[in-house]
């Protein structure tokens, strides 16, 4: 699905991003970026999406080096690539409903479908009952929630989440992750770009530490620290997330604290 | 993409800024106004210019006597001193002339009687000094209708209609060029208003065409009205004009025909100011979007 080939990005001739990565994603992978700020998450999550353009080297999504894409084809790309932020990006002036429905209509969808695949994925993301709210009416989580509605609308064989939880209490995080579970157990590869522990800790799967651009450790069902001593201590910039470290095995992550997301009856739905 | 889509987002884009959409649409009209003005303003001193040939400064129109009686007359005028030549211009050839002059306006010609146009004597003067004398004299002539000068009148106007001609064509380009910035500008400024929506269309994948087409459709609004307006203004202006004002001896007439298709240009110049302003505007957007 994913494959990186010595993959290097340099900033205004200077500042090196990413050194040299090499990397394989299959279909339907989770996978966790993790690496303090500044290590090139953010980077790798802008050459994914075409975004950036690498300084060197290939990537391949979905069976095209998209470092070879021509810019009018990026929008093309875009539509198989979802994409998920820290800051949510919602429009303020359009409803929940509108702002999922911007994503079909200006790929020039139908009417009909619009409102067919709407009010499905916002049930699935547990929103069915706010699609006439503005976003200034929602809290943080269903903001972030309304975002990965509208990158999930249509179906993309990517989810790139950039920091997703970055913005949220550790509470209303545990329900967005199990939302990304849900979608990626829907067979979406979801790569996901995180400096929180305790979310990567509790979901064990696939983890690529990134440190100064480089990939330090590739780890399936691996944790946030690494084997290296040395990575923890540089992580200076971590949410308060710390103590949640302390009780490590508690499994936080896993118990939904905020309204249940998913019912499981309709796990296959989408 | 739907037109309705299309035309909605331009309208909105046009809501938004009204002040400086009015400033660029009235840019587009007052230089195109110039233009059109100015394509009228030639016609009319080329119309004139037949008449006004080299040297020839008086026009004397003659009565409906026969050959015989007019050849007298011109002889005796080419025998004074002060006249360089006199020229003949007989019935046949006066309405020659006026089909010539009105060949895009069949309708009039047809409306014209061959019969009712007037034979003339056409007199270039050795020494313009002499004119007002041979002015009053050729009107004490019997047989002489009528006498028009091209005297002082005649050249400035014919010269006035060439700086006009040159100046408003100056201006219209000048004029041209800063509706084409102001457009451009208003086009800058609904990106602007919508740069957060043109983000997320990016990121979801919205062809670079689907987001720029409202934009190019909004600067196309603003030229053509602009342009339209230009053509009301200066067709009904001009009409205004030439019923209101009698410039005597000048041939103001301009047909409809003449009117419309300069029109047509004058609108197609709005459209074509209007692409481009937006096209210009969206430039750094076009840049952005790698
Ligand atoms: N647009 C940019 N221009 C120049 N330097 C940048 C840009 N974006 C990121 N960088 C630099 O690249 C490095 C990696 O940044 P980033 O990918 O944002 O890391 P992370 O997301 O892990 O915090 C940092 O040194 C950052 O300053
Ligand atoms: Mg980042």
Known sequence: MIRLQGVSKVYDGSTVAIRDATAGIQKGEFIFLVGPSGSGKSTLIRLLMREEKPTDGEIWVAGRNIAELPDWKVPYLRRSVGTVFQDFKLLPNKTVFQNVAFALEVIGRPRGMVVQQVPKVLKLVGLASKAERLPRQLSGGEQQRVSIARAFVNRPLILLADEPTGNLDPATSVGIMRLLDRINRTGTTVVMATHDHAIVDAMRRRVIQLERGRIVRDEPRGVYEGPSPATAATDLDGPAFVESNGQQGAEPVVEPVEDAVVAPGDADEG | ?290
């Open chain 2, 1 to 290: 993409m739907r037109a309705e889509y299309v035309v909605g987002e331009a309208a909105t884009n046009l809501r938004r800024n009204v002040l400086l959409v009015l400033g660029a649409i009235l840019a587009v009209f007052v230089s195109l106004f110039m233009t059109y003005m100015a394509l009228v303003v030639n016609e009319v001193g080329r119309n004139s210019a037949a008449r006004w040939q080299e040297g020839i400064t008086i026009i004397a129109w003659l009565d409906d006597g026969d050959l015989a009686g007019h050849t007298l007359i011109t002889n005796e005028v080419n025998s004074w001193e002060e006249v360089e030549r006199a020229l003949y211009v007989g019935k046949a050839e006066a309405w020659q002339e006026f089909q010539a002059m009105f060949a895009d306006n069949p309708a009039l010609v047809e409306e014209v009687d061959p019969a009712a146009m007037p034979a003339s004597v056409r007199v270039e003067l050795t020494d313009n000094e002499t004119h007002t004398a041979v002015v009053a004299r050729l009107g004490s002539i019997g047989g002489v209708d009528g006498v028009v000068e091209a005297s002082d009148a005649v050249e400035d106007t014919l010269e006035a209609s060439r700086l006009l001609n040159t100046g408003g064509i100056v201006l219209g380009v000048a004029l041209g060029l800063s509706a084409v910035v102001m457009i451009s500008n208003t086009v800058r400024m609904a990106i602007y208003a919508r740069r957060e929506e043109i983000s997320i269309m990016k990121l979801v994948g919205a062809s670079n065409w689907f987001v720029r087409t409202p934009f190019l459709v909004e600067g196309l609004i603003e030229g053509l009205v602009g342009g339209a307006l230009a053509v009301l203004a200066g067709w009904f202006g001009y009409r205004w004009f030439i019923s209101n004002l009698d410039l005597g001896i000048i041939d103001t007439q301009v047909p409809d025909s003449f009117l419309l298709s300069r029109g047509l240009i004058v609108l197609a110049f709005g459209a074509v100011a209007g692409a481009v302003g937006s096209l210009v505007g969206l430039r750094r957007y076009l840049q952005e979007s790698r």
